[in-house]
């Protein structure tokens, strides 16, 4: 039985997209998932979703690293349409680029738009921990 209805992945890495949604199958975790490349191709995609009174996903699992827009612009544009919508949707940031040791994760932890930060490669527990 599936616990979150819609997953949103947003990533320029196919592979690393295709094998979460694999993941997330796999262990019966969402009955949607969509995926997008990058922020931009994301943000006007749930825009016309929200547009259209359609429901807005549950989860969005966000890259940082992508190209057009990077994962805290997104995070940004993306705050005036989580607003809107009045919907309640967690966001994870899930990078390999992020150091622990440098000021990037701060904008993770103090980031009250951003539930947590997941280091890549994300293992089904992380999954079925967030999803659950």
Same mark, same amino acid.
């Given at each position: 039985m599936?616990?979150?209805k819609c997953v949103c992945i947003i990533d320029?890495?196919?592979i690393y997209a295709y094998g979460v949604k *694999?993941?997330?199958h796999?262990?019966?975790l969402s009955d949607d998932i969509i995926i997008f490349e990058n922020g931009k191709e994301a943000l006007n995609a749930l825009t016309e979703m929200y547009n259209e009174g359609k429901t807005l996903p549950e989860l969005i699992l966000l890259d940082i690293d992508m190209p057009?827009?990077?994962g805290w612009?997104?995070?940004s544009e993306f705050e005036t349409?989580? *607003?809107k919508s009045n919907s309640y949707i967690e966001i994870y940031v899930i990078s390999s680029k992020i150091d622990q040791n440098n000021g990037e994760l701060y904008k993770v932890t103090w980031d009250d738009k951003v539930a947590d930060f997941i280091s890549k490669p994300v293992k089904p527990e992380d999954l079925q921990n967030i999803m659950s």
């Open positions: 599936s616990t979150v320029d890495d196919k *694999k993941i997330i796999k262990h019966d057009l827009m990077n612009e997104f995070l349409l989580r *607003k």
